[in-house]
């Protein structure tokens, strides 16, 4: 079963990929301290596949953000 590329998938990935470049830091980076592979990662910031609640609150966590802001508002993705 397919996953559809909604609207929040778009953000969350839009989100992580801001976020990772901010930090200057790699897919590889990013999946070591989360826990998955760098191929998620990418799915994630392509929005192929949404991450779990539990590694949304990883990111945050690794990235000193708060969950809400980072992933489920436009905010954080207004400025490009």
Known sequence: EEEKVTKNNIRIAENI????KEKSE???????????SNKTISK???AESEPELSYISTIAEHYEVSMDLSLY???????K
């Open 26 to 36: 790699t897919q590889m980076q990013l999946a070591e301290a989360v826990g998955v």
């Open 44 to 46: 994630w910031e392509t």
């Open 73 to 79: 508002t436009s905010d954080a993705a207004d400025d």
């Open 17 to 20: 990929t801001k976020l990772r």
